[in-house]
């Protein structure tokens, strides 16, 4: 039997609000149990993503920021399905990205971590997935990076993801991680999920991914609500 939130969360994939071994939890986790909120007219009416315009290189992280070469790291192209619990397709969502570079540094003024900035690498895209729930982008791998929770805490290599569901107020913010890594072990983060759900997390390398003599493939996919949804970063 599965334990649910608010009939909403299923506590045997997503991680608590509050995991004491993930320091900023403690601090910025409700003491009170959720209330969830009716979604009032104008959030199920409100603009959805049909006649959203992308940017021809807003998929490609390898290239969106070039200022006068190409970006450092390891190339690699991420392609998965977005589906609901029965599977169905979840079409013409936009899905948006943020990661560091391959030397684990964002570019972000808090990001203060010594290690180099990348002028043609900026780490964010976002791309929307076509009528049978596929997307795919392209971008560099991600480095590992020291985080200050505890004495020497690495975050594991991850993407941040965002996707909307039905309608705008329903907005699932994850992370992927890269299979193998020997820091998921040590991190407390992926560590505050319940093992069925951490493994929704990990893509998988795929040879019929990756682009010959250009990028290694990763496969994604993300299933929005449900027993085998992917987990929500609890922030
Ligand atoms: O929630 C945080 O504190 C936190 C810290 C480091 C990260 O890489 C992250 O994704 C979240």
């Keep these: 039997m599965s334990k649910l939130i608010n009939n ?8 608590p609000y509050q995991a004491t071994e993930y320091k900023s939890t403690i601090l910025r986790a409700s003491s009170k149990p959720l209330v ?8 199920l009416s409100g603009p959805v993503f049909n006649d959203f315009k992308l940017g021809v290189l807003d998929h490609d992280l390898t290239k969106n920021a070039i200022i006068d070469g190409e ?22 969502t936009l899905l948006e990205v943020w990661q560091a570079n391959a030397a684990g540094r964002y570019v972000h003024k808090v990001d203060q971590h010594n290690a180099p900035l990348d002028p043609n690498f900026l780490g964010t895209g976002r791309c929307m997935t076509d009528t049978h729930g596929n997307y795919k982008f392209y971008t560099i791998k991600p480095g590992a990076y020291p985080w200050g929770n505890h004495q020497n805490a690495w975050r ?20 992927m991680y890269f299979p193998g890594d020997p820091l998921l072990e040590y991190d407390p983060i992926y560590n505050a999920i319940p093992k069925r759900g951490k493994e929704l997390l990990i893509s998988s390398f795929d040879l019929s991914v990756t682009e010959p003599d250009f990028a290694l493939g990763y496969r994604f996919d993300i299933v929005l609500r449900g027993h085998i949804a992917t987990p929500f970063k609890n922030k």
């Design 8 to 15: 909403h969360f299923d506590m045997d994939i997503h991680p």
């Design 36 to 43: 969830i909120t009716k979604k009032t007219l104008s959030e």
């Design 71 to 92: 970006p450092i790291g390891e190339r690699i192209v991420v392609q998965g399905k977005v589906t609901n619990e029965l599977g169905q397709p979840i079409s013409n």
């Design 156 to 175: 594991p290599n991850h993407i941040h993801f965002s996707l909307f569901g039905g309608d705008i107020s329903s907005r699932l913010i994850t992370q």
